[in-house]
């Protein structure tokens, strides 16, 4: 029975990529991937990874599909219809799948090896547990263990968001608000967002001992913020940039002073001391939660700010 | 066979799927909509295998598997970015080597 549960999972994923990659119109290319994001939610549950499955659900599905979807609104029609060479490509189709054809072949053969589980690395994770300040073996790994890894990836998102930033055209950052005069969504929005804050902040104070935690607290409130800046309200970053960088950074900082904070008590970098592990752990997420919230919705504000159309026609 | 090694190979089918279509488009969404599917397929490997292995959850891939997924929105965002600001200097979708041939 959940042998057939999952043949069935991985016959429509299948299909959701297929369609998203040999449909010839991009709008439902992208929506194919939206679906193929949810439906990847699903298969993570079943895997057993519900760290996995939250964080997919809002942001493979949620925020890679806004996205998408914003860069193709933007397109003109004759760059987003139908797409007559594709089919002529001949050569470039069987290229294509035979390169697909080997990639399925090399990597069936390596998952067919069987692999020497002589490291057990989970039991060291579990039998550590108690000393990592958190209950949740994942958040503990991500905040504690491999504490640095995180570190540098909460730099490389504020470095996307830098070069992201320098990549506009204007000199300051125009939110042409597309106001939407529809007072029912106004007032769904009174209702939804406070809403969406709580399941963010619930969703970052869950991480200590159950699924849940920064990365998935932090896509749901860009979620909230993309979907505020959507129903036309205006944001502090209308005003002044300083907002917008100081929200980057304010995570990063957050981490490094901590980490920082521990070589003064003779430790490591970010070894952080027994009684104190669980205190840090929950003010780095927090601030990492609203940066991380912060970066994505900057993502897709600066993304919205690059004009098409006129920049030519100034050059010219 | 366990739900694990299934689904491996169902990141297997998926990486075959990304790779196709990231040779076969030239239009740059597309293209990234396809590196996305392949960059699924590689963490469903990653997960499936290691647990197949273990017989039970394994934590630390899925943490990695985690960041991955945050570094990725955050490249595929970037990339919007670099595309759009193409699209606006060149009025195309496509890079220039790729028009040459159609």
Redesign the interface.
Known sequence: M??LI??AL?AI??FM??F??LSAV?FK??IF?IL??LM?AI??I????P??AL??AA??AG??GI??L???A??PPQ?TQA?T??MC?QS??W???I???S??IV??LA?NQP???TI???QP?IEQLNASGVEH??TA??LNY?SF??LL?IA??VQ?AV??LS?R?HEHIKIHSPTLPNPLLHACLTLFLPMLFLVSMYLLWAGASQPG?A?QAG?VLAAAFILFYLAGFNTPINNHELYLKFGWVFGLSVFLMVGILTLFTGDALLAYPLEFAGVSIFFIEFAVTLS?GW??FS??V??QN???SN??ENNE | MNSYLIFSYAGVALCGIGVFGFIFHSHLIKRLIAFNILSNGVFLILVGLAQNAQKQPDHLPQALVLTGIVVAVAATALALVLIKQWYAISQQTTLPEDQEHQ
Do not use: C
């Not at chain 1, 079943?46 to 990874?49: G, P, S, T, Y």
């Open positions: 959940n042998e999952d043949l991985i994923l299948l990529a297929l998203s990659v991009l290319a992208i991937f193929l994001g990847l298969i993570w079943r895997l057993d990874a760290d996995i964080a997919e942001i493979g925020i890679t996205l998408f914003n860069a193709q933007q397109l760059h797409y060479v594709s490509k470039r189709f290229f294509a799948l390169a697909s054809l990639t399925m990597l069936t998952v692999l020497n589980p057990s690395i989970n994770i073996p994942i790994i991500l491999r890894d995180t990836e490389v998102l996307v070069i992201a990549l055209q935690g990365f896509s991380i970066i994505l993502l897709f600066l993304s690059i004009s098409l920049v030519k």
